[in-house]
């Protein structure tokens, strides 16, 4: 598999399958709340573990620090910012959550796409 492949499989893992209750109603009463705090570690660690198990066979290793701040700010801005409810609200969409959910998801892959672009 490539590393993008393994970036999406660890996005999938982070953000739907390590993500309780807790973190998704508590990462929406404020930009600053310990459940998002968590919810950002949870996927940025999940992230970081892909890129890792993607990269192993390579000499060349890619710039993790970066990697991980990237990852992490982007989605404690994206999900505490409720970017895509903003979205949704801004363009007047319907079915209100399956857009929010899906605009959601664009926006996390866009920033694995645009780390993969300029860092790998």
Known sequence: MNIFTWLI?????????????WMARGKARSFFTQAIF?????????????LW???????????????LLTIFLSHWLID????AGHWVRWWRQ??????????DQTLHVLVLAFFMEWWL
Do not use: E, K
């Not at 499989?9 to 209750?21: R, S, T």
């Not at 198990?53 to 990697?67: K, N, S």
């Not at 319907?94 to 605009?103: A, K």
């Open 80 to 83: 505490a910012g409720n970017v």
């Open 9 to 21: 499989i660890g996005h999938l893992v982070g953000d739907w399958m390590l993500q309780n209750d």
């Open 38 to 50: 968590v919810h950002c570690l949870v996927y940025t660690a999940t992230l970081v573990a892909a």
């Open 53 to 67: 198990i993607a990269t192993l066979d390579q000499t060349l290793q890619p710039p993790y620090l970066i990697f």
């Open 94 to 103: 319907s079915r209100l959550l399956f857009v929010r959910i899906m605009v």
